[in-house]
């Protein structure tokens, strides 16, 4: 499975951003996709879950209730809608994809796309 990650930018807080993850494979439909993210100068960290099967969600505490995950198995495709941005967003934001159910640990996955960057300005 190879990864694109794209839609990183430059908001204000408070604003929408929603990024995408194109995948290429045929056994994308397998796999369940995560997302995940490294602020500057901090470890890399979970953000998101969608599991292959059922397309249960799993969020982080910090990001709940303002991100939503999402997928295309069609289109093969992996979608992050990010609402309510605020600066502590900020940070490389990876797409990966694992076909292990313990979905919060990156070394689960074996397959990663690079960073999209995400910049929020107070």
């Known amino acids: 499975v190879q990864l694109q990650a794209s839609g990183g930018g430059l908001v204000q807080a408070g604003d929408s951003l929603r990024l995408s993850c194109a995948a290429s494979?045929?056994?994308?439909?397998?796999?369940?996709m995560g997302w995940f993210r490294q602020p500057p100068g901090k470890e890399r960290e979970f953000v998101a879950h969608?599991?292959?099967?059922?397309?249960?969600?799993y969020y982080a505490d910090s990001i709940q209730g303002r991100f939503t995950i999402s997928r295309d198995n069609a289109k093969i495709g992996v979608y992050l809608q990010m609402n309510s941005l605020k600066p502590e967003d900020t940070a490389l934001y990876y797409c990966?994809?694992?076909?292990?159910?313990?979905?919060?640990?990156?070394?689960?996955?074996?397959?990663w796309g690079q960073g999209t960057l995400v910049t929020v300005s107070s």
């Open positions: 990966a994809a694992t076909p292990y159910s313990d979905y919060a640990q990156e070394s689960t996955y074996p397959y």
């Open positions: 494979g045929r056994t994308f439909s397998m796999y369940g």
């Open positions: 969608v599991t292959w099967n059922s397309g249960s969600t």
